[in-house]
C-alpha cells in the first residue's frame, strides 16, 4: 500500500459527516502519530473526532468509497504500534464518545461507549460497590482495551477483555453498524462475533459499544511482597503457587532492575532483588488463610521477608508503584524510551522462559528488566533505546524476535496481551501457521475489502 493523503475535497467531505471539526493542525496530527511504543511516529493526514455510532458509520461509509485508511485512536497508551497510522488517511478520534451509558447493577453489567477510561468507570462503579477488573496498568479506554485484547495484573483471578466483553456494537468498514454477544452467561447462538472483533487490533472493525462484565469489591484486600535471592526462584514460586489452587488475584514479579527503577522514582526504599507482589481477595479470613499459604510455599523457593498488609493506603501505594515499572524505567534513562516485549507460555516452561530472556539480554549492551504477571505465564522485558539512534531499534528488534522464536518453539505465544501490531507480523506466521494466517486474512478480506481499517497491523495488506 502507497500512503493516502486527503485532498480538501475529501477533508471537506467527511467535515459534512460529523458535529466536529476534523482538524489537520500539526500539533493534533503530532499527537495521533504514535502510542507509548518505540515505533516511529507516522502522521494521519487528518484527525476525525466522531461522537456517536451514527457518525461512526457515516465516515467509514465515506472513507471505505474514497478508499481511505482509518486508525482507530483511544488514549494511544498501546504498546505495539497500534495507532500509528502505517498509510496516512485519518485518525479516527472516539475519545469523545465517553458516556458510561448504563449500569445494571443486579446483573453485574455496565454498558459503555469505547472513549471512557477504565478509571472513569472504576470511580463510578464504586458508588455501587462495584468495580471493573481488566487493568493493564495504564488509564486505556476501554475501546482500545477490547480492541488490543488487554489483560494485565488481574487476569489470574478475573480473565482479560476476551473474558469480560459481553456484548458490542461496531462498525464494519462499509458503515455497516452490527451488534454482537449478549448480556447472558451463556451463549450460544451462531458464530462468537464478539470474540472475533476483541483483539483483531482494529482490523475487522470500529468498537462503538461494550457491554461489560462486572465484579462486586471483595469484603477484603491484602497485598504482600517477598523477595528471592535469584529471578527464577521467584519465577519457580510463582507458578508453584498457582499449581496449588489459591486464589491469589494478583502475582507479579520484578526483578532486581525494576526495584532499582521503582526505589528511584517513587522514593521507595525496597530491597533491590528480585521480588514477588501478590494481592489477596476474600472474606477477611479467607484473606488470612490465603496469605499463609503463599508464606508457606514462598519459603520452599527460598523466599524471605515475606511481608503483608491490609491496609488499603499501603496496598494502593504498593500497586501504583508497579503501574509505575515501565516509566520508573524511562525516567532512570532521561532521553530514552522503552521497548516492552510481552511473551506468555505454560505455566511449567516458565522459569526457563525468563531465565532464556535474561540470558539473551544479557548479551547485548543495552539496559533492561524484567517483570510481569507470572501467575499466568505471562511476562515482559523491558528494553531500554535511544530514539536517536535509529539502528538500535533495529538491533533490539532482532535480540526480540529471537527470544520470540525461542518461546514460540517452548509452546508459547509471541504475545499474551499487547497484540501484533506492525511488529510481531513475522512471529504471527511462526506461531500460527500459514495456513491460520490465511483464514484470518480471508476474515480481514472479507470484512474490509479494501483494507482500510489499520493496514499495516497483524499481517502485511
Known sequence: MKRVDLDPSQISGIQDLISGKVSTNESVLDLHSHDESAFPPVRPSAVVPVNSTEEVSRVLAYCNQQKIPVVAFGAGTSLEGHVVP???????????????????????????????????????LANEGLFFSVDPGADATLGGMAATGAAGTTT??????????????????DGTVIHTGRGTRKLSAGYDLTKLIVGSEGTL??????????????????????????LTDGVAAATAIVRMGIAIARCEFLDAQCIRNLNAHEDLLMPEVPTLFFEFHGSPQGVVEDAQSVKEIVSEF????FEWTSDESERRKLWQARHNAHWAAITTHPGMRGVSTDMAVPLSALPVAVELAQEILSQHPFPFSILGHVADGNFHCQIITDPNKPEERDQIREIVHEITMKIIAMGGTCTGEH??????IEALLEETGAE???????????????????????FLA
Open 86 to 124: 502505517l498509510y496516512g488517511g485519518i485518525s479516527l478520534d472516539l475519545s469523545s464518545m465517553n458516556k458510561i451509558v448504563e449500569m445494571r447493577p443486579d446483573d453485574l453489567l455496565v454498558r459503555v461507549e469505547p472513549g471512557v477510561t477504565r478509571l472513569a468507570l472504576n470511580a463510578k
Open 156 to 173: 489470574v483471578r478475573y480473565g482479560s477483555m476476551r473474558e469480560n466483553v459481553m456484548a458490542m456494537t461496531a462498525v464494519l468498514a
Open 205 to 230: 472493525a470500529v468498537i462503538t459499544e461494550l457491554t461489560l462484565r462486572v465484579f462486586g469489591v471483595p469484603e477484603k484486600m491484602a497485598a504482600a511482597v517477598v523477595r528471592f535471592p535469584t
Open 302 to 305: 527460598s523466599g524471605s521477608d
Open 419 to 424: 497484540g501484533i501490531g506492525g511488529g510481531k
Open 436 to 458: 491460520a494466517v490465511a483464514v484470518m486474512r480471508a476474515i480481514k478480506k472479507t470484512l474490509d475489502p479494501n483494507w482500510i481499517l489499520n493496514p499495516g497491523k497483524i
